[in-house]
């Protein structure tokens, strides 16, 4: 199991019934525990499976249900059927259940035993007859799930089902995610901005305001030596001019401030438990550094690329809905390689085959992305109220496959829009010293980018390298949001089809709600 999900654990609960008799029901439990300890042993589930025992009947599935929707730490369910299960007897307790739901279809016998077969082990070895009958009334629900098919000891199954876990527990962070914006968003800009009240009834996210002022009443507190040891760190870890280092200089004032912007922000989220932020450029406590001199000299660029690193959602702009799910994304990744990123697309380069997009931001891109050991430097940076020379870590990403995401929101829904992208080598920016990453839409660039802009999609995504489209479609089922997937597989003129099919069903839905 993954140290990072410790915490958490799935439930894992058979179906059956008495009608063949408590023997049966034995074997039965007897099975289901061996397969829950092959699921722990096998090294591919990253949370913790617990074997919550065989229901037989109405009243023993709502027990179980009620007790996995009121344990904290369990933050899925697993079903199966190893005999025939009778669905009515499962529409009280799902409807109950308010957890995530897996169906898992398998056996426990791997094949036939074709000599010495008998009814009584057909009676026993049902699942082909039992999950058809329980998919039916999840169906019939309109129960949220996804849908696992396969032997339980195949590495292929195991693997679903560990992605699924990860979803689970992404879900269950954002439940209890604070973001705190730290101004407002960019004036005028359409697509930062959303429903808060839609977002936290839907996606579980709680979006609040927080004045700058307050961020600065931390600033002013932090004690010089705390500052001056997180300078020597910055030092240590990243590549830098031996310049920087004298403290003479305008260039190191520029990293001290850094980093006492960095333990500010720190700070202020820890006192609000919050798990990401966004800024704005044009809101930075401007009064107080005019009136007092003191206060944020610069955009936090720095501190923003240390704290995505170690799981805080941000957003530039005052984008929430980034901030958010880039916390997801980062909590769902971990122990997977390759890192995660907030980014931005900058600039095109049309160069047939070939032709990519330039992501990058004024500042604020995760080191962990990096090719090599990020370096750190201070530039001047032209934008916004505070033009100011600014700290930041420069670097270009690595190289290869991932996949970044957004969600919008479409007015009567939430639309969650995904694309699979590979990075490939760029070329040094002499001129513009920031972190970037250069990638081509899948299928192409064309296809890709028309998908995207068709469905809406931001210029802001989350990028991971170790995610997959399926844990986007994972996510989006249990939140009960649309989900856009851009692929290989992506057929731009179908793709459109869908939006408007899609646009059918929620109106729809929403009238016969």
């Known amino acids: 199991m993954i140290k990072a999900f410790e915490q958490f654990e799935v439930w894992f609960i058979t179906g059956a019934q008495l009608l063949y008799g408590g023997d049966a029901v034995k074997q039965v439990d007897g099975h289901s525990k061996e397969m829950v300890d092959g699921l722990n042993n096998s090294g591919l589930l990253p949370i913790k499976v617990i074997y919550a025992g065989t229901a037989n009947s109405s009243k023993e599935i709502v027990d179980v249900m009620l007790r996995a929707n009121n344990e904290k730490r369990c933050i899925g369910v697993i079903t199966w059927m190893h005999t025939f299960s009778p669905a009515k007897m499962w529409i009280k307790g799902l409807q109950l259940l308010n957890k995530p739901l897996l169906h898992l279809h398998t056996q426990y016998n791997q094949q036939i035993p074709w000599d010495t077969m008998d009814m009584d082990f057909m009676n026993l070895n049902q ?186 959602g941000f957003g530039a702009e005052g984008d929430w809905k980034s901030a958010a799910l880039y916390r997801t994304t980062w909590f769902m990744s971990q122990g997977l390689e390759g890192g995660t990123s907030f980014l931005e697309d900058y600039t095109l380069n049309f160069d047939g085959e070939n032709t990519s997009i330039l992501e990058a931001h004024m500042l604020e891109i995760n080191p962990d992305i990096a090719e090599e050991k990020p370096r750190l430097e201070v530039h001047f940076l032209g934008i916004g109220y505070r033009k100011s020379k600014t700290a930041r870590l420069v670097f270009t990403s690595k190289q290869g496959h991932g996949v970044t995401a957004t969600i919008v929101d479409m007015g009567n829904r939430f639309r969650l829009i995904a694309n699979d992208v590979n990075l490939i080598k760029s070329k040094p920016l002499p001129k513009l010293p920031v972190a970037s990453a250069l990638w081509v839409p899948e299928p192409s660039f064309e296809v890709g980018v028309g998908c995207w802009l068709n469905a809406g999609g931001t210029h802001h995504s989350c990028f991971s390298f170790g995610l997959t489209d399926e844990y986007w479609r994972d996510f989006a089922e249990i939140a009960d949001i649309e989900v856009c997937i851009i692929n290989k597989d992506t057929d731009y003129e179908q793709f459109r089809k869908e939006l408007k099919f899609n646009e059918i069903y929620y109106m729809l839905n929403k009238a016969l709600r």
């Open 127 to 312: 699942s082909a007859h039992g999950d058809r009958e329980y998919a039916h009334i999840l169906s019939r629900l309109r129960k949220n799930r996804k849908t696992v098919i396969g032997y339980w000891k195949d590495e292929k199954t195991q693997k679903h089902i560990a992605i699924w876990e990860r979803v689970c527990a992404g879900w269950a962070d954002a439940q209890d995610c604070l973001i705190l914006r730290f101004g407002d968003q960019m004036n005028n800009v359409a697509v930062t901005d959303g429903d808060k009240v839609a977002f936290e009834q839907v996606m579980g996210y709680h979006v609040d305001y927080c004045p700058f002022s307050e961020v600065l009443s931390y600033f002013d507190k932090i004690p010089d030596t705390d500052v001056d040891n997180l300078v020597t760190i910055y030092f240590k870890d990243y590549e830098h001019n031996a310049k920087l280092e004298d403290k003479n200089t305008e260039e190191y004032k520029k990293i001290w401030n850094s980093a006492k912007a960095e333990i500010a922000i720190r700070k202020i989220l820890e006192a609000y438990g919050a798990k990401g932020f966004t800024t704005n450029f044009d809101d930075l406590g401007d009064v107080e550094i005019e009136q007092t001199g003191h206060g944020f000299d610069q955009i936090p660029g720095l501190a923003s690329q240390r704290l995505m690193s170690e799981g805080i």
